[in-house]
C-alpha cells in the first residue's frame, strides 16, 4: 500500500482517483470544516474511515500528515512508452519538465507543482539517482501530482533523443551559459531540463540540449533553489508562448 498524507494531497486523490483509496486513517478528535470536507468526499465513494492518535499517525510517515492518511494501491507507472503515446496525442506544441538528478521530494513536490500551474504535459524524471513521487513530495504539490502526468524513465539520454526525433528543442539551465532564458526563445515545441540541486545537469544531458541558457543573478547569491528556478523559468515560458 501507498500512504498519501496532507489535505490537499489526499483531496486531490480522492478527486481524480478514488478507486485506489482503500482506507482513511484520520486524527482522533479532529473534526474541523477541511477535514470534514475530505470525510464527505470518502463516504460518497464509500471509504471506510479509521481514527488513530497522534503517535500512531506520526509513525506512520514521515512529515506533517495534517491529521489525514490515505492507504491506497500503487498508481500506474509512467513510462517510456505512456511518454512516446503522449506526444503522439498533443494537438498543440508540447511542453515539458525534465528533472535530472533532483534527489529532494521537496523539490520534486514543488516543481510538480509549478508545472501544474503553467501547463506542462508531463513532469519527467529518471529512476536512479533521482527522487520519485514519494508521499513527502504529493504533499508538497498539493494536488498537482493527480492532475501531471509524472514519467519515470530508465535512460534520460535515450528520452532527449526521441524529443529530438520528434521536432522537439530542448533548453538545458547553467549557470555559466551566454544566454538569458529573457534572451531564449521558448515558444513551440520545448522541453525544459532542470539539473540536480548540487551539480546541475549531467555532462550527457547537457550534450543532448539545444540550448543552455541562465537566470541572471542581481544579488549576492549566485544560484537559486531548483524548484524556484524551475517556477521563474517555466513561467518565462508561458509568457513568451501566450504573446507568441
Not at 500500500?1 to 482503500?22: C, E, N, P, Y
Not at 519527467?124 to 520519485?132: L, P
Not at 514519494?134 to 519515470?152: E, L, N, Q, S, Y
Not at 528543442?169 to 513551440?188: F, N, R, S
Request: aromatic content about 4%; overall charge neutral; glycine content about 10%.
Amino acid at each position: 500500500m501507498d500512504l498519501i498524507f496532507g489535505l490537499h494531497a489526499v483531496q486531490s486523490l480522492l478527486k481524480t482517483d478514488a478507486t485506489r483509496v482503500q482506507e482513511l486513517v484520520v486524527l482522533q478528535g479532529r473534526g474541523d470544516q477541511r477535514l470534514q470536507k475530505v470525510l464527505g468526499q470518502a463516504q460518497r465513494d464509500g471509504i471506510s474511515v479509521t481514527t488513530k492518535s497522534r503517535k500512531v499517525m506520526d509513525e506512520m510517515v514521515e512529515g506533517n500528515h495534517q491529521g489525514v492518511i490515505a492507504r491506497c494501491t500503487p498508481g500506474e507507472l509512467k513510462d517510456e512508452k505512456y511518454l512516446a503515446s503522449l506526444i503522439e496525442s498533443l494537438d498543440e506544441p508540447p511542453f515539458f519538465l525534465l528533472l535530472d538528478g533532483v534527489t529532494d521530494p521537496h523539490n520534486i513536490g514543488a516543481c510538480l507543482r509549478s508545472a501544474d500551474a503553467a501547463g506542462v504535459h508531463a513532469v519527467i524524471t529518471t529512476r536512479d539517482k533521482s527522487a520519485g513521487l514519494t508521499a513527502t513530495a504529493r504533499k508538497i504539490a498539493c494536488g498537482a501530482a493527480d492532475t501531471t502526468p509524472f514519467v519515470v524513465v530508465t535512460n534520460m539520454a535515450r528520452t532527449l533523443d526521441m524529443f529530438q526525433q520528434a521536432g522537439i528543442w530542448i533548453v538545458g539551465t547553467a549557470g555559466e551559459a551566454p544566454t538569458t532564458v529573457y534572451q531564449q526563445d521558448l515558444k513551440g515545441p520545448l522541453a525544459i531540463v532542470m539539473g540536480a540541486e548540487d551539480k546541475g545537469m549531467r555532462r550527457l544531458t547537457r550534450d543532448y540540449c539545444d540550448f543552455l541558457v541562465n537566470l541572471p543573478m542581481a544579488g549576492s547569491v549566485s544560484s537559486l533553489n531548483v524548484s524556484v528556478a524551475t517556477g521563474v523559468i517555466l513561467f518565462e515560458a508561458v509568457r513568451q508562448r501566450q504573446l507568441g
